[in-house]
Nanobody, 114 residues
């Protein structure tokens, strides 16, 4: 397993969570990393992406609320999620792409509910 995601849980609307994705091989080997999510009955969709030059992109639905970052020294990808909404409920997956191929982490469940 190259990517190990953690940090999901149950949170009330308006709350915050931080997801982490530990990379077992050199994080520098990946050109792009990111987070995807899959809600029940829906397709997996990109949430946030970051390049090895720290260029970031966000889905419109999370702009201004989510922040993606990577700590190369710790070999970890993060997703800070603030002002969470019920529609953010999904299984979140970390993703990493290198010319040699792509890797997926196992999912971590995020549930936003009162």
């Amino acid at each position: 397993v190259q990517l190990q995601a953690s940090g999901g849980g149950l949170v009330q609307p308006g709350g915050s969570l931080r997801l982490s994705c530990a990379v077992t091989k050199s994080i520098d080997s990946y050109n792009f990393m990111g987070w995807y999510r899959q809600a029940p009955g829906k397709q997996r969709q990109p949430v946030a992406l970051i390049s090895n030059m720290n260029s970031v992109n966000y889905a419109d639905s999370v702009k201004g609320r989510f922040t993606i970052s990577r700590d190369n020294a710790k070999g970890t990808l993060y997703l800070q999620m603030d002002n969470l909404k019920p529609e953010d409920t999904a299984v979140y997956y970390c993703y990493a792409w290198a010319p040699s191929g792509a890797d997926w982490g196992q999912g971590t469940q995020v549930t936003v509910s009162s």
